[in-house]
Structures are given as structure tokens and as C-alpha cells.
Nanobody
Framework: EVHVVESGGGLVQAGGSLRLSCVASGYPYATYGIGWYRHAPGKDREQVSCGSVNDGSTYYADSVKGRFTISNGNDKNTVFLQMNSLKPEDTAVYYC??????????????????WGKGTQVTVSP
């Protein structure tokens, strides 16, 4: 059984930082990516960032480039999202997903992906 658990969300003022963590376990496939999506009220779900466990490539949405950094922990199934220079428009529920397709240019869901329950990030003006 696959488990995906996020942590690290919270309330921060604009310009501040947060670090999200994701621990995934039990994923049965050898080739995959782990990444983050976000969903704000009234908006479509949005890609944020991902990393490939196979070749180390990473992807960032234009809206977060230069501000967010994805990295791995000691275990390839532990992923961090360091979010700096946060803006009110970054406010959303952030979901960690394992089993996505991730390259340097594209990030997509697949029929083998598994999602966490999400963690709320709120950025006040």
C-alpha cells in the first residue's frame, strides 16, 4: 500500500519562507517522479515542482521559479519544497504526489500516481 504524507504548511507573512516535507512509501514502480501540486479556492489545480528519482531532473512552474527549490532527503522518497519570498497568491493546499512523470520541461500526472491529503499554506499580505 502506498502512503504519501505531507507536512510543513502554515501561516506566514508575504516575503517569508516555509519548507514542506513529503514522505512516500510503498510505491511499487522503479521509474517515477515525486512532486507538488497546489489548489487554491476558485482556481484550477496548478503544477508547482517535481523531481525525477531516476535522473535527478527537476521542473518548476514559471510562477515559482527562482523562489521555490525541490530537493531530496537521505531517502529518495523524502522530498522537500523550500518556498522563499512567498506571495499571497501562493496561498493554497499543497499536495505531494508520487508516480508522476517529471522531466526538466514537463510535469504530468499518470494513472499510477498516488496523492497525499495536502497541507495548507496561507500567505498573508
Amino acid at each position: 500500500e502506498v502512503h504519501v504524507v505531507e507536512s510543513g504548511g502554515g501561516l506566514v507573512q508575504a516575503g517569508g519562507s516555509l519548507r514542506l516535507s513529503c514522505v512516500a512509501s510503498g510505491y511499487p514502480y522503479a521509474t517515477y517522479g515525486i512532486g507538488w501540486y497546489r489548489h487554491a479556492p476558485g482556481k484550477d489545480r496548478e503544477q508547482v515542482s517535481c523531481g525525477s528519482v531516476n535522473d535527478g531532473s527537476t521542473y518548476y512552474a514559471d510562477s515559482v521559479k527562482g523562489r521555490f527549490t525541490i530537493s531530496n532527503g537521505n531517502d529518495k522518497n523524502t522530498v522537500f519544497l523550500q518556498m522563499n519570498s512567498l506571495k499571497p497568491e501562493d496561498t493554497a493546499v499543497y499536495y505531494c504526489v508520487v508516480g508522476i512523470y517529471c522531466s526538466g520541461e514537463i510535469m504530468t500526472t499518470t494513472r499510477h500516481d498516488d496523492w497525499g491529503k495536502g497541507t495548507q499554506v496561507t500567505v498573508s499580505p
